[in-house]
């Protein structure tokens, strides 16, 4: 099954704490893209990456690290966890060819930092 | 700068038609998606506009005008399931996606 894969789907943690979130696709999506989304202010980016080896700053990309070493892999990195990075969390893949099916989205992780 | 303006709530009742407007200006322009998100869900997508007119599929449609920078969402025959937000996103000349900040839909009974 064609699908994106987040994990964890939930977690608490304490502030300063490193962590990471992991997110595959096993659709050889060339694109793929991290959002967080906060109540009122809507799906935000926070780093993308175009291609293995390729990742440029979203909108709000402060305070988070990625990586793309792989095609289908691209793990989203908090190194120091803070209160305000409280969030809802999907990693989206697609196509770079402009098809017309977008972004398919993972589940979700929402995290939480005491 | 980019903008992507869509109104932040409606409401509906069942059975009826509703429009969800949303207006865009943003760093070229090569497409433009409506997605369904369910609270707490991820979001799924709905239909896809690349050039001006109508697209049809099954109780929605969508409709665009790229001179305007103008698209909306219609829903027909509302079913109580359709109680969502529903997502306008443009995708840019670099292929970046960028969202509007949803139009939450409540269907009344």
């Known amino acids: 099954e064609a699908q994106v894969t987040q994990n964890p789907r939930y977690l608490i943690t304490v502030t300063g704490k490193k962590l990471t979130v992991t997110c595959s696709q096993n659709?050889?999506?060339?694109?793929m893209s991290w959002y967080r989304q906060d109540p009122g202010l809507g799906l935000r980016q926070i780093y993308y990456?175009?291609?293995?080896?390729?990742?440029d700053k979203g909108d709000v990309p402060e305070g988070y690290k990625v990586s793309r070493k792989e095609k289908r892999n691209f793990p989203l990195i908090l190194e120091s966890p803070s209160p305000n990075q409280t969030s809802l969390y999907f990693c989206?893949?697609?196509?770079?060819?402009?098809?017309?099916?977008?972004?398919?989205f993972g589940s979700g992780t929402r995290l939480t930092v005491v | 700068g980019q903008n992507i303006d869509q109104p932040t709530e409606m409401t509906a009742t069942e059975g009826a038609i509703v429009q969800i407007n949303c207006t865009y200006q943003t760093s070229g322009f090569n497409g433009l998606f409506w997605y369904q998100q369910h609270a707490g869900e991820a979001p799924t997508f709905l239909s896809y506009n690349v050039l001006d007119g109508l697209e049809e599929k099954g109780r929605f449609s969508s409709f665009l005008s790229r001179s305007k920078g103008y698209s909306y969402l219609l829903l027909k025959e509302l079913q109580m399931k359709d109680s969502a937000s529903y997502l306008c996103?443009?995708?840019?000349?670099?292929?970046?996606?960028?969202f509007g900040k949803g139009t939450r839909l409540h269907i009344l009974p």
């Open positions: 996103a443009v995708r840019e000349r670099d292929d970046k996606i960028i």
């Open positions: 659709m050889n999506h060339e694109y």
């Open positions: 990456s175009m291609n293995v080896e390729v990742t």
């Open positions: 989206a893949s697609s196509l770079r060819d402009r098809g017309k099916d977008g972004y398919t």
